[in-house]
C-alpha cells in the first residue's frame, strides 16, 4: 500500500485507477482476514468457515462505512492514525476536499422562515459514495410571547434571522456558549467537532457521512408551524423547517441513503424527539421506505420538575419549564408526534418532555443527558456562582440525579454520566467521557451495528417494531447509566472551570464549592471518611 500512496503522490492519473482499486480490495476484505501492520491487531482468527450464501450477499450489499474496527479495539489510536493518513495521501487523487467546509443553502420554498421572515436554510458537506446522512438540528433555547422574542431579537439575532448567515461554516452547536453567557449567543468556533468533524479520529463511526447542519432560527424548540402574517409579529416555523430540508434533500442523494440519523443538541435534541417520527412518515408517504430513520437526542431530555426557588415568569431562563412550554406552545403553534397529542390533548405541552414523549415514539432513539444538566439546572434557579452552594441546593442537586436517572430506567440506548455539564455530541471531548468504561463514540457504533442487523432480518418494513432497540451483542453495552451519586463522581466528567475566575478546579474542589459534606456523604454510602477523601484525590 505504502509503494501505490507514494506512486499515486508522483505519477500522475494513469496511477489513480490501479491505486484505488488495491485499496478498495484492501478495505473491504473482512478485519479479521488480513494480517495489519505497523503496530495493527493481528488476525485473531487464521481460518474462518465460509458463511451461508444469503449471508455473503447481505455483507457485499452493504454500506461501506463505517468500517467495523472491532479487532483492532486494542490499539484503536494507532489505527485510526494510519487511516487518516492513507486518506490523506490519496487526497490529491480525490476530487473531493476532506475537509471542506459546509456551504450555505437557502430554502427553495419561500413561504418557510426564520422568525423574522428571512429565509431559512442549511448548510451540507456532502460525501459522495456514502448512503449515510447526518441531519444536525441547532440548539439555543427559545422565547415564549411578544416581549421574550423581542428581547432575543436585539441580543440573538442570528437565532431568529439569517441575514448575517455567513456563505459556508464548520462551526459546531453555540447553545453550550450561550448557556454560559446567559445565553447571549456571540460567535462561536468555527472548528466542527464531535459527531460533526470529518476527522476519523475525532469521530470513529460518521466522519465520512453527508453532514447537513440546520441553522436554528425559529426560536420554538424546532415545534411551529406559524408563518408571519400582518397580524404576527414572528413566524414560527422549526417543524416545517426541518420538512422543507428533508424534501430538498432527496433531490442530493437522500432519496438512496441507507440511514438518516435526525441529531441534535439542547433545543435541538428535544427537537429530534418531536420531529423524528415525522421525518420517517414523510419517507415513507413519499416512497422511501428503505431509509432507516433514527434519532440522536442530546441534552434535550428536560424535566417538567419543581424548581428549587420560584419565580415569577417573566423570561426563559428563570421561568419554570412548564409555564414556559405552556405558554411557548400556544404562541408558536407548536405540533407534537401525533399518538403524544392523542395521549395529551388540550395539555400538548407534554409531550416537549422527554420522558413523555419518548414511550410513544416508532423510530429508534439514542438518548445522551447529563445525569446534573447545567441547562435544568439554571431554569430550577440553581445558580453555581459565587458562594458555595448550600444545603438544601446540594440536596435538591443530588435529588435531580435521582429524578433523571429515574426518568431514564426504561430507556434501551443511552449514555448518562453524573456530570455537571451541558451537550456532549458536539464537544471535541466527546471520546473521552466514559460511563461503565464505554465512550459514546462506541455505544453508538453497537446501536447502530444492532439497529443495521435487526434491519437485514426484518427487512426495509418499518412498521417491525421500529421503535424496538435490538439486544447488545457481548461486550457492546447500550444502556449506559452512571449509578454514582453526587455531579462530578465520574473521573471523566469534562474539566470544571469556576465560573467567576475561570481556574481549573479538582473534583475534591469542586465538591467542596459545591457545599460537599464529607463526612456527611461517607456515612449516607457507609464507608470510613478517610476512605471516600482518597477515593476523590485519586479520581475514583
Not at 255 to 274: E, P, R, W
Not at 432 to 445: C, E, F, M, N, Y
Amino acid at each position: 500500500m505504502q509503494s501505490c500512496i507514494v506512486v499515486m503522490r508522483w505519477a500522475g492519473l494513469s496511477a489513480v485507477r490501479p491505486c484505488l482499486l488495491l485499496l478498495f480490495i484492501h478495505m473491504s476484505a473482512p478485519v479479521e482476514a488480513r494480517s495489519l501492520h505497523g503496530g495493527w491487531a493481528q488476525s485473531r482468527r487464521q481460518q474462518q468457515p465460509q458463511p451461508p450464501l444469503a449471508h455473503r450477499e447481505r455483507v457485499e450489499g452493504a454500506e461501506s462505512f463505517p468500517l467495523d474496527f472491532t479487532a483492532v479495539e486494542g490499539n484503536m489510536d494507532n489505527f485510526m492514525v494510519q487511516i487518516k493518513n492513507l486518506a490523506q495521501s490519496l487526497y490529491p487523487c480525490s476530487a473531493q476536499k476532506l475537509d471542506q467546509d459546509m456551504k450555505l443553502h437557502f430554502l427553495k420554498n419561500v413561504t418557510v422562515t426564520c422568525n423574522d421572515g428571512s429565509a431559512a436554510g442549511y448548510y451540507i458537506k456532502e460525501s459522495k459514495g456514502s448512503k449515510r446522512w447526518l441531519l444536525f438540528l441547532e440548539g439555543g433555547w427559545y422565547c415564549f410571547n411578544r416581549q421574550t422574542c423581542d428581547s432575543r431579537y436585539e441580543t440573538m439575532r442570528r437565532l431568529m434571522s439569517s441575514t448575517k448567515w455567513p456563505q459556508t461554516r464548520t462551526g459546531q452547536s453555540s447553545s453550550h456558549r450561550a448557556l454560559q453567557c446567559l445565553h447571549v449567543i456571540a460567535d462561536q468556533s468555527r472548528k466542527r467537532t464531535g459527531i460533526l468533524s470529518p476527522q476519523p479520529e475525532e469521530n470513529p463511526h460518521w466522519w465520512n457521512a453527508n453532514v447537513v447542519f440546520i441553522p436554528y432560527c425559529s426560536s420554538d424548540v424546532w415545534s411551529g408551524a406559524t408563518p408571519k402574517t400582518d397580524h404576527s409579529d414572528y413566524a414560527f416555523m422549526g417543524s416545517l423547517i426541518i420538512k422543507e430540508v428533508v424534501n430538498e434533500l432527496l433531490t442530493k442523494g437522500l432519496d438512496n441513503a441507507k440511514v438518516l440519523l435526525l441529531a441534535g443538541s439542547s433545543a435541538g435534541g428535544t427537537g429530534v424527539l418531536l420531529n423524528v417520527d415525522q421525518v420517517a412518515a414523510q419517507l415513507d408517504s413519499q416512497g422511501h421506505r428503505g431509509v432507516q430513520v433514527r434519532g440522536l437526542a442530546d441534552s434535550g431530555w428536560f424535566l417538567d420538575n419543581k424548581q428549587y426557588k420560584f419565580t415569577d415568569c417573566l423570561d426563559p431562563i428563570s421561568c419554570a419549564p412548564t409555564e414556559a412550554i405552556k405558554r411557548g406552545i400556544r404562541y408558536w403553534g407548536g405540533v407534537v408526534p401525533e399518538r403524544c397529542r392523542q395521549a395529551h390533548l388540550g395539555e400538548e405541552w407534554n409531550c416537549f418532555f422527554g420522558y413523555k414523549v419518548f414511550p410513544m415514539l416508532k423510530s429508534p432513539v439514542f438518548v445522551v443527558q447529563w445525569l446534573f444538566d447545567e441547562a435544568q439546572l439554571t431554569v430550577d434557579n440553581i445558580h453555581l456562582t459565587g458562594q458555595p452552594v448550600n444545603e438544601g441546593q446540594w440536596r435538591y442537586i443530588q435529588h435531580l440525579g435521582q429524578e433523571m436517572r429515574s426518568t431514564l430506567r426504561d430507556v434501551p440506548a443511552m449514555f448518562s454520566p453524573a456530570c455537571l455539564s451541558h451537550e456532549l455530541i458536539t464537544r471535541t471531548s466527546w471520546m473521552d467521557i466514559q460511563v461503565k468504561g464505554t465512550s459514546l463514540p462506541r455505544a453508538l457504533h453497537c446501536w447502530d451495528r444492532g439497529l443495521q442487523d435487526n434491519h437485514h432480518i426484518n427487512g426495509s418494513n418499518r412498521n417491525h417494531h421500529r421503535h424496538k432497540t435490538p439486544p447488545a451483542a457481548r461486550g457492546c453495552p447500550l444502556h449506559l447509566i452512571d449509578s454514582c451519586p453526587w455531579p462530578h463522581c465520574n473521573p471523566s466528567c469534562p474539566t470544571i472551570r469556576d465560573q467567576l475566575t475561570g481556574q481549573e478546579m479538582s473534583a475534591m474542589q469542586f465538591l467542596k464549592h459545591m457545599g460537599f459534606d464529607v463526612q456527611k456523604m461517607a456515612q449516607q454510602q457507609g464507608m470510613d471518611p478517610k476512605k471516600l477523601l482518597g477515593l476523590l484525590n485519586n479520581g475514583s
